[in-house]
């Protein structure tokens, strides 16, 4: 029977990371989803609809993975303060949907018992069930539901049929929840000895209610052998890397010149159709290029959040920090900073954004002043054409192609450093100790295609958003100041050298020399700093010939003439270290609310590109480059 009351329900989904939550969401919701931020906090929100086999209007919210409402993590707190009613413009959820990974009940039977105190009816979901049965798991549903006094379903988010008990259990339990009274809430958060208590009761629930055969039926154990080695398993994990990589800068070759071809055509459209002139400059020079020289990167973006999701899907992202906790560990970072430093190299972005699966605040913002050393996307138009123009293509050894390893080499620098500034933080700015990497390894499984699909769309719309707007008015207002005020009459040199541009790289310019920069670099680093790739179209200006912009192969002849080598690998250096991304730092600020962290940033890392530029060319210039 339909629901005769027009009331949009409120559902919200709580869990423990890596059980299938968002699968579920997304099976439930599918398109009918959407992502913003919640009120005040910088993370993310998803919200579907769905209509139940009654007629009930239901409103799905997804809220970030946790293991207990302590709110140690900017995620946890969010779950926390949505649960509880106190988070700021968001309306308290009418049920709660506690979604289990069926494979492994005792984290989530402790956040059961945690939860209940909140007073909101609940619905416990044991996800992939299929799974469980597989490896002969059998759990007594029903016992579970009378113990826990609340319904116990299964389901199975890969398949259609999987929710159909879920969605009949939400009618039920909405209509109950409409007609009877809340429970009154007592949560408090609970100290050591209620935690411990917690796990003796979800303990004793496993043993009552889970048979779980003494020989698992699954691989799992006996892969986990091989990946989680400790030398066979980072060798596996570096081949998965390389591969990865690989796939980033080959794949994404296509679609990039796709996109790129796409611009210069509307570029020249756009010059075609109107008249030379201020808004033909703005829309070409300004507006195309400046959507464009970031949309270009969006395949590799695309590609590698596509792996990430994949391998997170897959189980084995959560080997990959296990794995390297005892590296990045040893520089004070945590063993789930590898995911945001493995997000960074794509770009800085996503790997900030990504810093939230960190509960503990201080390798949080240590993981987050590190990521922009991590060698992004960004970088490569830069280190491509200085490398091009002065490394000769020869091999090492015969075998090893010398200009990819002056590539590699700038990636390991990166790297090397994130680590070393990471090291300096612990020990000058978070004195104290690290806190131990601890963390629950999931099941394997097979990822669900939609469930990535719709992950990677997400992230992609987010980047572009984000990312995409803030350089579109940084490059409007690049493009005024290397506009105007314009050449006075009779001038015969460069019109950039009269604009506000030209103006403040003749200004800097003194500042620059001893690292090697003339004038034309220091315009460069302007519009640079909107973007890093920006600059080697800055530099095609810069050295126009006759009126005309270069292309690339040209400017990297015209450069490799006119520079010495010691400028053009001091300018590698400073590529290597500086600042020169304006979005990364207002993303910093937007994640650590505060101006003290992204200006922190600005300065070690200007200092350290400085410097490093200053010892890079004054070597190379005392050997003779």
Same mark, same amino acid.
């Given at each position: 029977?339909?629901?005769?009351?027009?009331?949009?329900?409120?559902?919200?989904?709580?869990?423990?990371?890596?059980?299938?939550?968002?699968?579920?969401?997304?099976?439930?919701?599918?398109?009918?989803?959407?992502?913003?931020?919640?009120?005040?906090?910088?993370?993310?929100?998803?919200?579907?609809?769905?209509?139940?086999?009654?007629?009930?209007?239901?409103?799905?919210?997804?809220?970030?993975?946790?293991?207990?409402?302590?709110?140690?993590?900017?995620?946890?707190?969010?779950?926390?303060?949505?649960?509880?009613?106190?988070?700021?413009?968001?309306?308290?959820?009418? !049920? *709660?949907?506690? =979604? @289990?990974?069926?494979?492994? #009940?005792?984290?989530? $039977?402790?956040? %059961?018992?945690?939860?209940?105190? &909140?007073?909101?009816?609940?619905?416990?979901?044991?996800?992939?069930?299929?799974?469980?049965?597989?490896?002969?798991?059998?759990?007594?549903?029903?016992?579970?539901?009378?113990?826990?006094?609340?319904?116990?379903?299964?389901?199975?988010?890969?398949?259609?049929?999987?929710?159909?008990?879920?969605?009949?259990?939400?009618?039920?339990?909405?209509?109950?929840?409409?007609?009877?009274?809340?429970?009154?809430?007592?949560?408090?958060?609970?100290?050591?000895?209620?935690?411990?208590?917690?796990?003796?009761?979800?303990?004793?629930?496993?043993?009552?209610?889970?048979?779980?055969?003494?020989?698992?039926?699954?691989?799992?154990?006996?892969?986990?052998?091989? !990946? *989680?080695?400790? =030398? @066979?398993?980072?060798?596996? #994990?570096?081949?998965? $890397?390389?591969? %990865?990589?690989?796939?980033?800068? &080959?794949?994404?070759?296509?679609?990039?010149?796709?996109?790129?071809?796409?611009?210069?055509?509307?570029?020249?459209?756009?010059?075609?159709?109107?008249?030379?002139?201020?808004?033909?400059?703005?829309?070409?020079?300004?507006?195309?290029?400046?959507?464009?020289?970031?949309?270009?990167?969006?395949?590799?973006?695309?590609?590698?959040?596509?792996?990430?999701?994949?391998?997170?899907?897959?189980?084995?992202?959560?080997?990959?920090?296990?794995?390297?906790?005892?590296?990045?560990?040893?520089?004070?970072?945590?063993?789930?900073?590898?995911?945001?430093?493995?997000?960074?190299?794509?770009?800085?972005?996503?790997?900030?954004?990504?810093?939230?699966?960190?509960?503990?605040?201080?390798?949080?913002?240590?993981?987050?002043?590190?990521?922009? $050393?991590?060698?992004?996307?960004?970088?490569?138009?830069?280190?491509?054409?200085?490398?091009?123009?002065?490394?000769?293509?020869?091999?090492?050894?015969?075998?090893?192609?010398?200009?990819?390893?002056?590539?590699?080499?700038?990636?390991?620098?990166?790297?090397?450093?994130?680590?070393?500034?990471?090291?300096?933080?612990?020990?000058?700015?978070?004195?104290?100790?690290?806190?131990?990497?601890?963390?629950?390894?999931?099941?394997?499984?097979?990822?669900?295609?939609?469930?990535?699909?719709?992950?990677?769309?997400?992230?992609?719309?987010?980047?572009?958003?984000?990312?995409?707007?803030?350089?579109?008015?940084?490059?409007?207002?690049?493009?005024?100041?290397?506009?105007?005020?314009?050449?006075?009459?009779?001038?015969?040199?460069?019109?950039?050298?009269?604009?506000?541009?030209?103006?403040?790289?003749?200004?800097?310019?003194?500042?620059?020399?001893?690292?090697?920069?003339?004038?034309?670099?220091?315009?460069?680093?302007?519009?640079?700093?909107?973007?890093?790739?920006?600059?080697?179209?800055?530099?095609?200006?810069?050295?126009?010939?006759?009126?005309?912009?270069?292309?690339?192969?040209?400017?990297?002849?015209?450069?490799?003439?006119?520079?010495?080598?010691?400028?053009?690998?001091?300018?590698?250096?400073?590529?290597?270290?500086?600042?020169?991304?304006?979005?990364?730092?207002?993303?910093?600020?937007?994640?650590?609310?505060?101006?003290?962290?992204?200006?922190?940033?600005?300065?070690?890392?200007?200092?350290?590109?400085?410097?490093?530029?200053?010892?890079?060319?004054?070597?190379?210039?005392?050997?003779?480059?």
């Amino acid at each position: 029977m339909l629901d005769t009351v027009a009331k949009t329900y409120r559902v919200a989904f709580v869990g423990n990371p890596n059980c299938g939550k968002t699968a579920l969401f997304n099976a439930l919701t599918g398109s009918r989803q959407k992502v913003a931020n919640y009120p005040g906090v910088t993370v993310e929100r998803k919200e579907g609809q769905l209509i139940t086999p009654g007629g009930k209007t239901v409103t799905v919210i997804d809220l970030p993975g946790t293991y207990s409402l302590r709110g140690r993590s900017p995620d946890e707190v969010v779950t926390r303060d949505a649960v509880l009613g106190k988070l700021r413009n968001f309306e308290r959820p009418d !049920l *709660l949907v506690c =979604v @289990a990974d069926a494979t492994n #009940l005792r984290l989530i $039977l402790r956040l %059961v018992l945690e939860v209940s105190s &909140t007073g909101l009816p609940m619905i416990l979901a044991l996800n992939m069930s299929d799974i469980a049965e597989n490896r002969g798991i059998r759990v007594d549903a029903e016992g579970l539901s009378r113990e826990l006094g609340i319904p116990v379903v299964r389901s199975v988010a890969v398949s259609r049929a999987g929710v159909s008990e879920l969605l009949g259990e939400l009618d039920t339990a909405l209509t109950a929840a409409r007609h009877g009274t809340a429970s009154a809430m007592t949560w408090a958060e609970r100290g050591a000895d209620e935690i411990r208590q917690a796990h003796r009761l979800a303990d004793q629930m496993v043993a009552r209610f889970v048979n779980t055969p003494d020989i698992p039926r699954d691989m799992s154990s006996r892969i986990d052998k091989v !990946l *989680l080695h400790p =030398v @066979a398993g980072i060798l596996i #994990l570096l081949a998965v $890397l390389f591969f %990865v990589f690989q796939a980033v800068y &080959t794949w994404a070759g296509p679609p990039m010149d796709m996109i790129s071809d796409g611009f210069d055509a509307l570029a020249a459209t756009v010059q075609e159709t109107l008249p030379e002139g201020l808004l033909a400059s703005l829309l070409t020079d300004g507006i195309i290029t400046g959507v464009g020289s970031v949309l270009v990167f969006l395949p590799q973006i695309v590609i590698l959040f596509f792996f990430i999701i994949l391998l997170e899907d897959s189980g084995y992202m959560a080997r990959a920090a296990f794995l390297t906790d005892r590296i990045v560990g040893g520089a004070g970072l945590h063993g789930r900073s590898f995911i945001p430093l493995l997000s960074s190299f794509a770009c800085a972005i996503p790997g900030v954004m990504a810093t939230r699966v960190i509960e503990n605040r201080r390798q949080r913002l240590a993981t987050i002043m590190v990521a922009p $050393l991590m060698t992004c996307s960004a970088r490569i138009p830069v280190y491509t054409l200085l490398i091009g123009a002065f490394v000769p293509r020869s091999t090492v050894g015969g075998f090893i192609d010398l200009q990819g390893l002056v590539l590699f080499s700038l990636y390991l620098a990166g790297i090397v450093s994130a680590f070393v500034v990471a090291l300096v933080f612990r020990t000058f700015v978070w004195r104290g100790k690290t806190e131990p990497f601890i963390m629950e390894l999931p099941g394997y499984k097979l990822p669900m295609l939609r469930s990535v699909a719709m992950g990677v769309f997400q992230r992609a719309m987010m980047f572009v958003r984000r990312a995409g707007t803030l350089i579109l008015s940084m490059m409007i207002l690049i493009w005024f100041l290397s506009t105007f005020p314009g050449a006075p009459e009779g001038a015969t040199d460069a019109a950039i050298n009269y604009s506000f541009a030209g103006i403040i790289g003749h200004a800097i310019e003194p500042v620059l020399a001893p690292i090697g920069f003339n004038w034309q670099i220091a315009v460069a680093l302007i519009p640079g700093m909107a973007a890093r790739e920006v600059a080697v179209g800055a530099l095609a200006t810069v050295y126009a010939v006759g009126g005309t912009a270069l292309d690339e192969v040209s400017l990297g002849a015209t450069i490799a003439a006119q520079w010495p080598l010691a400028t053009a690998l001091s300018l590698l250096a400073w590529y290597v270290f500086a600042p020169q991304c304006a979005p990364t730092l207002a993303v910093v600020r937007r994640e650590t609310n505060s101006w003290r962290w992204p200006v922190l940033m600005f300065v070690y890392m200007m200092t350290l590109a400085y410097t490093a530029s200053f010892v890079v060319y004054r070597t190379a210039t005392y050997l003779g480059g």
